[in-house]
Nanobody, 116 residues
Framework: QVQLVESGGGLVQTGGSLRLSCAAS????????MGWHRQAPGKQRELVAV???????TYGDSVKDRFTISRDNAKNTVYLQMNSLKPEDTAVYYC??????????WGQGTQVTVSS
């Protein structure tokens, strides 16, 4: 079983920055993909960014060039640096870990609110 603990959400003004963290524990496995998805009220959950244990990254189109994902494999932690935040970035952000067997685990979510 995998446990994911997120931190770093909050309220920020347009143009501001936030950094999210997600620490994984349990049956993680050495090879996996970790990342972030988000869900705004009335909308479907969407990809924000993911990173493999080898360091390959994928970003959602709406966050490219503004968000940066990174990870520390020694700490089993993934980070999301969010810059130039916009009101449309307001959502609950969920940490995700996908194992080598394609099993998904999710965190409880952290609220990010960007005021205009």
């Amino acid at each position: 079983q995998v446990q994911l603990v997120e931190s770093g959400g909050g309220l920020v003004q347009t143009g501001g920055s936030l950094r999210l963290s997600c620490a994984a524990s349990g049956s993680i496995g050495r090879i996996n993909t970790m990342g972030w998805h988000r869900q705004a009220p009335g909308k479907q959950r969407e990809l924000v960014a993911v990173i493999t244990s080898g360091g390959s990254t994928t970003y959602g189109d709406s966050v490219k060039d503004r968000f940066t994902i990174s990870r520390d494999n020694a700490k089993n932690t993934v980070y999301l640096q969010m810059n130039s935040l916009k009101p449309e970035d307001t959502a609950v952000y969920y940490c995700n870990l996908r194992s080598i067997l394609l099993s998904d685990s999710w965190g409880q979510g952290t609220q990010v609110t960007v005021s205009s």
